[in-house]
């Protein structure tokens, strides 16, 4: 069935490097993609999305990049912070009727002082 | 704006026993969603809705149920809990003006069976 997923479960990074979260997604048909950030015990905040026509997106600090051909889907965090520690989930949307969301595992970021 | 609120924050319940879990938002937003996060693990899709009077099954939907009568309020019934039920569940809603993108979560609700 559909499905997203995540490469790595942890990653750790020294602050002031560059963070690459990756993930996986086998839906095709999907038309965003979206990368969500959780701290501990609160819920999902949404940090950048990116269409399905499109293959890199920037933001604050962020930067998306989606690669169809191998249906791969990347977060790249510059700079990191201590305040960017948190569990890291991607995403997908399909608009063709049915609006249903499609979350992966999630990774989890460990930024080291 | 209060966003999305969730109550109770946290809940323990005795197999068989039913309860609903709330979930309101202010933000007017036409989608809305119930999740469940089992520890170390992404978010599962119970149920959503596109609007009032409409709700739809997600990835997870048995021993739960759903019903919107207003766009404000987005309840999520246990019919009768069992200790598989244990979880953390979110509501989340967004608008279908950016479609659907960008869900704005609860806080959550923690939820123990036993």
């Known amino acids: 069935g559909e499905s997203v997923g995540l490469h790595l479960p942890t990653l750790s990074v020294q602050e002031g490097d560059n963070s690459i979260i990756n993930c996986a997604y086998s839906n095709s048909a999907s038309d965003y993609f979206i990368w969500y950030k959780q701290e501990s015990g609160k819920g999902p905040q949404f940090i950048i999305d990116i269409r399905s026509n499109m293959d890199k997106r920037q933001g604050q600090r962020v930067t998306v990049l989606l690669n169809k051909t191998v249906k791969h889907l990347s977060l790249q965090i510059a700079a990191t912070q201590p305040g960017d520690s948190a569990v890291y989930f991607c995403?997908?949307?399909?608009?063709?009727?049915?609006?249903?969301?499609?979350f992966g595992t999630g990774t989890r970021l460990k930024v080291l002082a | 704006n209060a966003g999305v609120t969730q109550t109770p924050k946290f809940q323990v319940l005795k197999t068989g026993q039913s309860m609903t879990l709330q979930c309101a938002q202010d933000m007017n937003h036409e989608y809305m969603s119930w999740y469940r996060q089992d520890p170390g693990m992404g978010l599962r899709l119970i149920h959503y809705?596109?609007?009032?009077?409409?709700?739809d099954q997600g990835e997870v939907p048995n021993g739960y149920n759903v019903s919107r009568s207003t766009t404000e309020d987005f309840p999520l019934r246990l019919l009768s809990a069992a200790p598989s039920q244990t979880s953390v569940y979110f509501c989340?809603?967004?608008?279908?003006?950016?479609?659907?993108?960008?869900?704005?979560f609860g806080p959550g609700t923690r939820l123990t069976v036993l």
């Open positions: 989340a809603s967004s608008s279908l003006g950016t479609l659907g993108r960008e869900q704005f």
């Open positions: 995403a997908e949307i399909s608009l063709s009727g049915t609006y249903k969301y499609i």
């Open positions: 809705s596109v609007g009032a009077g409409i709700t």
